[in-house]
């Protein structure tokens, strides 16, 4: 295991099937498959120990959101706004989260796998053990992002946005680009390639001349 890698979700052994959207519910140790949620507003919404499966929230509205030990696994969240949300031991598995805004919200032990998160704001939040691998992130937002051990294989970053965020020690190298938003005085201590060390200079207003 990579250190300061994600640590997964701990799931009970026994599953109900009653999952639903009420404010100030604690949902616990639930398999919801196959639901539609969409277009709704819910406030002070606790899920803990489950998993999520095919489930749809396009368009909805989670004020004050808490998840710990959750997998949203096949799931569409196109659009969802759970601004401010906490999320402890979660891993999104091949979810559609195209629009969708964490702005603020508190990461811990995350994993994003196989995601599309295009137009995606993960702006003002606060990551700590965050993983996203194999995701589409073009377009999205990264703008004032406090981090610490935050991975990042094999994503598609075009266009993406981040400002204003401290970028020593991460490493770029394994991700696709052709266009990005940095703070130039943030750069420093960023891992890339030579390719993509044009691209920045390129961004910054550089002119490269070869020899």
């Known amino acids: ?11 009970p052994k026994n599953f109900s099937e009653d999952f639903y959207l009420e404010d100030e519910a604690i949902i ?14 819910c406030e002070n919404l606790v899920l803990r120990r489950s998993i999520l499966e095919k ?4 368009r909805s509205k989670l004020v004050r959101f808490e998840a710990s030990n959750v997998i949203f696994k096949n799931c569409d969240f ?11 031991q979660v891993v999104f598995e091949n979810c559609k989260l195209t ?25 003002a939040t606060n990551l700590k053990n965050v993983a996203f691998e194999n995701c589409q992130l073009g377009d999205s937002e990264f703008f004032e992002v406090t ?3 935050l991975f990042l294989k094999n994503n598609e970053l075009d266009n993406s946005n981040w400002m204003r965020t401290n970028l020593s020690g991460l490493d770029f190298t394994t991700n696709q680009f052709s266009k990005i938003a940095f703070s130039m005085e943030q750069l420093k201590g960023l ?21």
């Open 1 to 11: 295991m990579i250190k300061n890698y994600p640590a997964p979700p701990i799931l």
């Open 28 to 41: 616990e140790e639930v398999h919801g498959i196959d639901f539609d949620y969409s277009y709704l507003t």
């Open 55 to 58: 489930v749809t929230m396009q």
């Open 78 to 88: 196109s659009n969802l706004e759970w601004i401010g949300g906490s999320f402890h």
């Open 99 to 123: 629009g969708c805004n964490f702005a603020e919200s508190y990461l811990r032990d995350c994993q994003f796998q196989d995601c599309l998160i295009s137009f995606g704001s993960f702006s």
């Open 147 to 149: 981090w610490k051990h």
């Open 191 to 211: 891992k890339v390639d030579s390719y993509q060390a044009m691209i920045i200079a390129a961004g910054l207003g550089l002119q490269i001349v070869e020899g």
